[in-house]
């Protein structure tokens, strides 16, 4: 059997993450995270967000965020992001 080679181009990678495909996924992934932290109404918000430009690279990021002091100091003290992106697991 004859090996398999991979040539990488950092130009296709480029381009899946700016696909749509990609920021379907994020938004999914985010939006998990979000239900697994308690929602809007517990104080967390998420956004997607794929802006042009040198530091990002156009690629798609996502945010989940604290809103208020009350979600501040949930997540202060129960780790409540770290926990909800590590249900997530691997993609």
Request: proline share 2%; hydrophobic share 40%.
């Amino acid at each position: 059997m004859a090996k398999t080679k991979i040539k990488l181009s950092a130009k296709g990678f480029e381009e899946i993450r700016r696909s749509p495909e990609a920021v379907q996924l994020i938004t999914r992934l985010v939006n998990s995270a979000l239900t697994a932290c308690g929602g809007e109404d517990a104080g967390y918000r998420s956004f997607v967000n794929q802006a042009p430009g040198t530091k990002t690279l156009g690629r798609a990021i996502g945010t989940v965020t604290t809103w208020d002091f009350a979600a501040i100091r949930d997540n202060s003290k129960n780790q409540t992001l770290l926990r909800a992106f590590d249900r997530l697991g691997d993609v």
